[in-house]
Nanobody, 125 residues
Framework: QVQLVESGGGLVQAGGSLRLSCAAS????????MGWFRQAPGKEREFVAA????????LFADSVKGRFTISRDNAKNTVYLQMNSLKPEDTAVYYC??????????????????WGQGTQVTVSS
């Protein structure tokens, strides 16, 4: 059974940093594109960042460019989202997602096959 489990969320002050992790199991994720999305209260889920199977291609939402980085360790079946210079508007539930059918990432959530349960990130002003 495929599982994606996020961790690393929490409460942080504006300007602070957090690193989210997404541990994958039950599937061949080393050849899959992986992504992060987020959903704030009352808003639709939005793309944050994604990367290809080997990390060679990365995509970022304009709102996080220069502040967030995404990486992966295929030996550990884990994807990371390093979030720096956090802002209150980054507050959301962050979801990890996997594109099993594609090695290269997309920004549309419908392209992703598997999702984690989400981890809350709260940035106080």
């Amino acid at each position: 059974q495929v599982q994606l489990v996020e961790s690393g969320g929490g409460l942080v002050q504006a300007g602070g940093s957090l690193r989210l992790s997404c541990a994958a199991s039950g599937g061949t994720f080393s050849s899959a594109a992986m992504g992060w999305f987020r959903q704030a209260p009352g808003k639709e889920r939005e793309f944050v960042a994604a990367l290809s199977w080997n990390g060679g291609r990365k995509l970022f939402a304009d709102s996080v460019k220069g502040r967030f980085t995404i990486s992966r360790d295929n030996a550990k079946n884990t994807v990371y989202l390093q979030m720096n210079s956090l802002k209150p508007e980054d507050t959301a539930v962050y979801y990890c997602a996997g594109e099993i059918h594609s090695a290269y990432p997309h920004v549309t959530d419908s392209e992703y096959d598997y999702w984690g349960q989400g981890t809350q990130v709260t940035v106080s002003s």
